[in-house]
């Protein structure tokens, strides 16, 4: 026992002396450091008040902008529903330190660029492409101003109950009605007639279920024409006996809320001609027969947010989830006129200055969102997912789009398309894989004879062709920090696809004047993450001329980092990258 407590006082012991000489060597080393050089600390004061300097350049210039802005605003900039900050007004073009959009000499531009429809279109509205500079502050402004708007004017004073059993009761009291909220207290309601909105009407009708017969449907579930000021609050359209849901024509000032329609033997929600100041939100648009919800004409101020746009039928480009388009109009009544071919230049009657915001757009047998001419649009926040054609167009003249934060993922898969359907997109001739499907896949987001759109901060993830891809004649656009990872989902023996494609198809498909048939200019593709297995992280086609791709990560790519057709001068400084480029201009 004795000498197990001599053994534990030694071991103590040494653990002291241990201690003590460790101790001593860290003060004998701290004692043996030299001073700091003065000379050093100057410089490495003089590199933080440079930095400071610059940050502190920035904000001021940023502060000074938010004020020149706000006081061009017409609403309370404080209580807004979307905050805007002195960020928001500054150039991206400046605060990224990106180049010019137009980086061509002047000979080369007018030679390349000085036709194009789009750039026609754009001068043709008069529209400055400096404004598209400040999009964060472009879609704010917007959702501020439309919000502002209906928050004073979309009201209604009076309160009155129907307890009818038919739309035909319901619209002899709406006839009889002004400045009033209707609620419906019956149960149920008979679609003997489309229920027919008239101005200073609101409708609301939480718990009814709407019955009628799909062997004698009506027009239109609900139709307004020429209203101002009106309203639809939770309706149930499922029943199917109406050839479209929500039928709107030149009106203003509106809301549809909190409303499910579904099961139309075309079209869910239509609006058709001159239509200003609405909101679409929290509706449920599902199983239609022949697309969603469909914009056509001079349609402005409006805010689409929290729908789910899911599950709807058709696959033509016009049938997509959400569409946009400039299509002429014939007949106001029919929601999918015949097709003209019109120089995109002249249809200049086309929806501009909407916000999609936090929808849900999924399964569709078209397009999630299509964009046939719109322009300053601005998609955010969405969820576009497992769409059977793309996730997104932006085509035939759209420009000042603004696409940021979305989740474009598993697009594109052409799972559901008919013998007729692939005819019609001149695609039969490649056959079906095993599965059914098309080879021909489609990317998660396609841009086709558009400008000046901004593609940002978006998640585009296993698409089936492409993540991001400029099919041709696509100028000036900006595809920045977005995560563009593990598309090329359909690669088989006859198709690759990339992560982002700058490309040029030359040959149309069937001879149109509506749209130029050139190679890409001047876009700029920068700090994206570019990763899995694309057959190249980026691929510009033949031709391809003035863009700029710089500062990405480029990893995991099956055969090149980048991979460059054309013999005309692109730069691509600065990647990070595991494999190499093929560029023929340099060779």
């Known amino acids: 026992m004795k000498k197990r407590r001599n053994k534990k006082r030694i071991i103590i012991a040494a653990v002291i002396v241990y201690l003590a000489v460790i101790g001593i060597v860290a003060v004998w080393e701290s004692g043996r450091q030299k001073p700091a050089n003065p000379d050093t600390a100057a ?26 802005a706000v006081q061009l605003l017409d609403y309370d900039v404080d209580g807004a529903a979307m905050k805007i900050s002195p960020s928001d007004c500054y150039s991206i073009m400046t605060a990224n330190k990106l180049p010019a959009l137009s980086r061509m000499a002047a000979e080369d531009s007018k030679k390349y660029m000085g036709n194009l429809q789009v750039l026609q279109k754009i001068e043709k509205l008069g529209i400055d492409t400096a404004s598209f500079e400040t999009p964060e502050l472009n879609w704010k ?38 400045d009033a909220y209707i609620t419906i207290e019956s149960s149920t309601v008979r679609m003997d007639e489309p229920i027919s909105m ?167 047998n078209s397009s999630g969102i299509y964009s046939d001419g719109a322009y300053q649009i601005y998609i955010v926040e969405n969820i576009i997912y497992q769409n059977d054609k793309e996730g997104m167009c932006l085509d035939y003249g759209t420009f000042g789009a603004y696409v940021s934060n979305n989740i474009v993922k598993e697009n594109g898969g052409r799972l559901r398309q008919s013998d007729e359907d692939l005819e019609a997109d001149f695609v039969t001739t490649f056959g079906r894989l095993s599965d059914g499907s098309s080879p021909a896949k489609l990317p998660g987001i396609s841009i086709d004879n558009s400008a000046y759109n901004t593609i940002v901060n978006n998640n585009v993830t296993q698409n089936y062709g492409s993540g991001v891809k400029m099919v041709r004649s696509a100028y000036r656009n900006i595809i920045m920090e977005n995560s563009v990872s593990d598309n090329n989902k359909g ?97």
């Not at 930095?51 to 920035?58: E, L």
């Not at 101003?145 to 002899?172: C, P, W």
């Not at 109406?242 to 000032?253: A, F, K, L, M, V």
Request: proline fraction near 1%.
């Open 198 to 364: 008239k101005s200073g009407i609101a409708l609301d009708a939480a718990g009814v279920t709407f019955t009628g017969s799909t062997d004698d449907r009506v027009a239109q579930a609900v139709i307004a024409e020429d209203c101002t000021n009106f309203a639809l609050y939770n309706l149930n359209l499922t029943a199917g006996c109406y050839e479209y849901g929500i039928y709107i024509i030149r009106s203003n000032t509106f809301t549809i809320e909190n409303c499910t329609i579904s099961n139309a033997l075309y079209k869910g929600l239509v609006m058709m001609g001159e239509n200003k100041n609405f909101t679409i939100r929290n509706n449920t648009v599902s199983y239609n027969g022949n697309g969603a919800v469909f914009l056509n004409g001079n349609i402005s101020n409006g805010i689409i947010a929290g729908n789910d746009v899911v599950d709807n039928y058709g696959t033509r480009n016009l049938t997509a989830g959400i569409v946009m388009t400039s299509m002429e109009i014939d007949d106001y009544y029919t929601a999918y006129n015949e097709f003209k071919d019109e120089h995109l230049y002249n249809l200049l009657d086309t929806p501009h200055d909407i916000v999609l915001y936090q929808n849900n757009v999924k399964h569709n």
């Open 43 to 68: 410089a490495q004061e003089e590199a933080y008040n440079r930095k400071k300097a610059v940050i502190d350049a920035q904000e001021a210039a940023e502060q000074q902008a938010y004020d020149k």
């Open 141 to 178: 402004n917007v959702y501020n101003r439309v919000s502002d708007t209906m928050q004073k004017e979309n009201t209604f004073s009076d309160k009155i109950s129907f307890t009818g059993s038919t739309a035909s009761q319901l619209n002899t009291l709406i006839a009889q009605s002004t």
């Open 491 to 587: 690669k088989s023996d006859d198709f690759h696809f990339f992560g982002i494609e700058i490309g040029h198809e030359s040959t149309p498909d069937e001879p149109v004047k509506g749209l130029d048939f050139t190679a890409s200019y001047e876009n700029i593709v920068c700090r994206n993450i570019v990763t899995g297995s694309n057959y190249a992280g980026v691929f510009l086609a033949v031709e391809s001329y003035c863009n700029d791709v710089f500062d990405n990560t480029i990893l995991g790519s099956e055969w090149y980092a980048i991979e460059c057709h054309s013999n005309m001068f692109n730069s691509m400084p600065n990647n990070i990258m595991d494999q190499e480029i093929l560029n023929l201009y340099a060779r």
